[in-house]
């Protein structure tokens, strides 16, 4: 080897293991050891090493969990040493199946335990290359977005943050409408105050107005005792009003009032109350059409829409579908199938066709089902939920598909070579002038040139 890699060997060493480390030694390894699980652990923690020996006796055997806990989070591969008569037992052979690259029975193979451990170091390396050629993006306001439409909506939040006046949300269901909801508050000069969300759609129709409004004790049957409604709860801060569409009209008219004239009268009260509340609304349906249809009121409307944020489904941001599905990787790593390290190209690919109805909520979903349930190291098709939907596609024309292709090819090598533009126009075969005019064409804005990378996580 080149450089010198570390080696971990865990587990107790009796002479025969001894004999293995000054032989690895000698071979170029620079090997640290740990006797207990508590100490691997602390090594792993105090510096970086590239593959690990497990010595499976007395202590490694009677606490199998915590050599898979051990095992799984070190991100490298491991061999396993054991005597020949513990492969009797079944829970250990499943447990060597599942975490191990290899095992030697002792007495050990010293050179096929050098050459297996050579390429244990190779692919930790590869890993760590691919992992560092990946810039994820850093979550801005909880959400994760590349594309200009994404940054669109970030810079809108941030403006209309700064404002007291009422914030419209649009977006279908799954979009991220109450992050973004959030965002406006906890950037605006309310931050510490209350930030009040009521989902209009959840509540039954005869309980809305006393949620919003409140009621005093005795207004009707059951009404035991004062109730503080949402919108005086939110005093001084943020009330966020979702599906807002889902409000009956008589109940319009009372939040039209209190928009208009900044007070609320409990149910059962004869005082008004005076309430300083910012409102935030959301909705997944198009409230205009619903304006049209008489369905909501046109003042309400207006009230409501001083300010707007749109937020885009997911499959109008294709470029985002495998960066966002890498970001929840990595964000919910410690809920993974122990064997699980990524996703195949072919699961990649097949979640940038998909539809998304459900959008981010949806894609989250099927990511952590697969990363649970998936008995591979690459997340497939079949582990998603995706391969049957995959077949019903709807019928393209040759134009879009070569669109499509072209697309695809573009995105290829501009992550292969880090959205430097005169490499890929190269790889491609076609001038730098018409590699941007077709990174026009399909959207690939140079602005966003970083955004782009999609490889891993």
């Not at 590349?146 to 269901?173: C, N, Q, W, Y």
């Not at 965002?183 to 000069?189: F, G, K, L, T, V």
Request: hydrophobic letters at 40%; one cysteine or more; aromatic letters at 6%.
């Amino acid at each position: 080897m080149e450089n010198k890699a570390r080696l971990l060997m865990v587990g107790t060493l009796g002479s025969g293991q001894q004999r293995l480390i000054q032989r690895m030694t000698d071979k170029g390894w620079n090997v640290s050891t740990a006797g207990t699980l508590a100490q691997a652990e602390s090594r792993l923690v105090e510096g970086e090493h590239e593959a690990g020996i497990f010595c499976l006796h007395d202590s490694g055997i009677s606490d199998l969990k915590r050599v898979e806990r051990l095992v799984v989070r070190s991100d490298m591969e491991w061999m396993a040493l054991l005597g020949e008569p513990e492969l009797d037992d079944p829970l250990l052979c499943r447990t060597l199946g599942d975490l191990f690259m290899a095992y030697q029975p002792e007495p050990v193979d010293i050179d096929q335990i050098d050459c297996l451990m050579q390429h244990a170091v190779v692919m930790k390396r590869l890993r760590s290359e691919a992992a560092a050629s990946v810039v994820l993006p850093r979550a801005e306001f909880g959400m994760v977005g590349t594309v200009p439409a994404m940054h669109k909506v970030f810079e809108t939040i941030r403006r209309v943050a700064l404002v007291d006046a009422p914030v419209f949300i649009s977006g279908e269901s799954g979009t991220g409408k109450e992050l973004a909801a959030r965002a406006i508050h906890e950037r605006s000069p309310r931050a510490s105050a209350p930030f009040i969300t009521v989902n209009c759609g959840a509540l039954p129709g005869s309980l809305i107005q006393s949620e919003l409004f409140g009621h005093e004790k005795g207004a009707f049957t059951g009404a035991s005792q004062q109730k503080i409604g949402q919108i005086e709860a939110a005093a001084g801060g943020t009330l966020f009003l979702d599906e807002i569409g889902d409000l009956p009209l008589e109940l319009q008219v009372n939040l039209l009032r209190f928009l208009e004239e900044k007070t609320i009268q409990r149910i059962g009260a004869l005082d008004e109350i005076h309430v300083d509340v910012r409102v935030l609304s959301a909705t997944h349906i198009d409230l205009e059409k619903a304006v049209e249809k008489g369905r909501f009121r046109e003042d309400l409307f207006h009230r409501l829409n001083v300010l707007r944020v749109n937020i885009p489904p997911l499959r109008e941001r294709q470029e985002d579908i495998e960066i966002l599905a890498r970001y929840f990787f990595n964000k919910f790593i410690e809920e993974k199938s122990m064997k699980v390290r990524g996703f195949s190209l072919e699961a990649l690919a097949l979640m940038r066709q998909y539809h998304w109805p459900g959008n981010i909520r949806e894609l989250i979903n099927r990511v952590r089902r697969a990363m649970v349930m998936c008995e591979q190291r690459l997340v497939k098709p079949t582990d998603l939920g995706l391969e049957r939907r995959a077949s019903i596609r709807h019928a393209i024309t040759l134009e879009e598909a070569r669109n499509c292709a072209d697309k695809e090819a573009l995105i290829g090598a501009l992550n292969r070579h880090k959205h430097k533009v005169k490499k890929a126009a190269d790889e491609l075969g076609v001038s730098r002038v018409t590699l941007y005019r077709l990174m026009e064409k399909h959207q690939l804005g140079r602005k966003n040139e970083q955004a782009i990378s999609l490889s891993a996580t």
